[in-house]
């Protein structure tokens, strides 16, 4: 059975704007949940691409889509809509994250430093995380995940200006295992 994983918004519409929802769902290890707040933020007015590959993505069983209603989910989206720097999606993502005791993927830094502050024990991921994943599980090669970066770099506002190339990343990771290993 698939580890369920929380999305958020800011790390899901990443891959919802190039089409390649795919890439999730081909990460076979994970089943990825986003809440009913983050799906009603992707208006088909605001949003016409990236709402139309969300829906085909629900449809398709590639994301679902659930509702907070246990009282300790309610509790911790309350909790998160206090600190009002925070929209509904990043604060319902983080409550059922940290109810669920669920990994959160979310890219959105202000977020990402709430969530970790008032809930340490949610594991965070994101965008970056995921295609290395992607990577490793054979869905892509470092050249296409570096097209993909660079197409959100230019056009989508995803800047990550010390990510040279995903294979930077693999390298860097082999060379700390190597590491760890002789030490121990």
């Known amino acids: ?3 369920d994983i929380i999305i958020e918004a800011s790390t899901l519409i990443n891959f919802l704007r190039i089409g390649r929802v795919d890439l999730l769902a081909g990460l076979t290890a994970y089943r990825f949940i986003l809440t009913d707040n983050v799906q009603a933020e992707i208006l088909p007015d605001d949003y016409p691409v990236v709402h139309a590959n969300l829906v085909a993505a629900i ?7 659930v509702s907070l209603t246990d009282p300790a989910e309610i509790a911790a989206y309350a909790a998160m809509q ?12 983080i409550a059922a994250a940290h109810a669920r005791c669920l990994p ?6 202000t977020a990402r430093k709430k969530a970790a502050a008032h809930y340490p024990g949610v594991k965070l991921l994101d965008t970056v995380g995921l295609i290395v994943e992607a990577i490793r599980s054979g869905l892509l090669t470092v050249a296409e995940a570096d097209t993909i970066k660079a197409d959100w770099h230019d056009n989508h506002q995803f800047k990550k200006p ?5 294979g930077d990343l693999l390298t860097q990771e082999v060379a700390i295992r190597a590491t760890s290993l002789k030490t121990e």
């Open 1 to 3: 059975m698939a580890d």
């Open 82 to 93: 206090a600190l009002r720097v925070l929209g509904d999606g990043e604060c319902s993502s």
């Open 59 to 65: 449809q398709a069983g590639q994301l679902h889509v």
């Open 104 to 109: 959160l993927a979310m890219d959105d830094g």
């Open 162 to 166: 010390n990510l040279k190339s995903f």
